[in-house]
C-alpha cells in the first residue's frame, strides 16, 4: 500500500517560516513527480510547486515563488516545502502527491496525480 503522510503543519506568524514534510512509503519514489497543492475553505485545491525527480528543477505557482522552495530527499523517501515570508493568504490544508509513473514531468493539475496525503493545516495569523 502505498501512503504519503504529509507532516509540520501549524500556526506561523505573518511573515514567519515553516517546513512541511512528506514522507512515502510503499514505494520509492526517487524517479517519480511529487508535487504540493493547497485548499482553502471554499477553495478548489490550488497547485504550489512540483518536482519531477530528484534534482530536478522545481516549479511553483506565481503565488509563492520567490517565498517557497521544494527539496527531496531520496534516502528518506521524502518531499519537503519550505515556507518562508508567510502570508495570510497562505492559509489552507497543504497536501502532497505523487504521480504514478516513473520519468513523468512534474505537473499543474491535480488530476495527473494518483497517490495523495491527507493533508496538514497551515494557518498564517498576527
Known amino acids: 500500500q502505498i501512503l504519503l503522510v504529509e507532516s509540520g503543519g501549524g500556526l506561523a506568524r505573518i511573515g514567519g517560516s515553516l517546513t512541511l514534510s512528506c514522507t512515502a512509503s510503499?514505494?520509492?519514489?526517487?524517479?517519480?513527480?511529487m508535487g504540493w497543492f493547497r485548499q482553502a475553505p471554499g477553495q478548489e485545491r490550488e497547485f504550489v510547486g512540483t518536482t519531477a525527480w530528484i534534482g530536478d528543477s522545481p516549479l511553483y505557482a506565481d503565488s509563492v515563488k520567490g517565498r517557497f522552495t521544494i527539496s527531496r530527499d531520496g534516502a528518506k523517501n521524502s518531499v519537503y516545502l519550505h515556507m518562508n515570508s508567510l502570508k495570510p493568504e497562505d492559509t489552507a490544508v497543504y497536501f502532497c502527491?505523487?504521480?504514478?509513473?516513473?520519468?513523468?514531468?512534474?505537473?499543474?493539475?491535480?488530476?495527473?496525480?494518483?497517490?495523495w496525503g491527507r493533508g496538514t493545516q497551515v494557518t498564517v495569523a498576527s
Open positions: 510503499g514505494r520509492t519514489f526517487s524517479g517519480y513527480p
Open positions: 502527491a505523487a504521480r504514478g509513473t516513473a520519468s513523468q514531468a512534474g505537473s499543474t493539475r491535480p488530476d495527473d496525480y494518483d497517490y
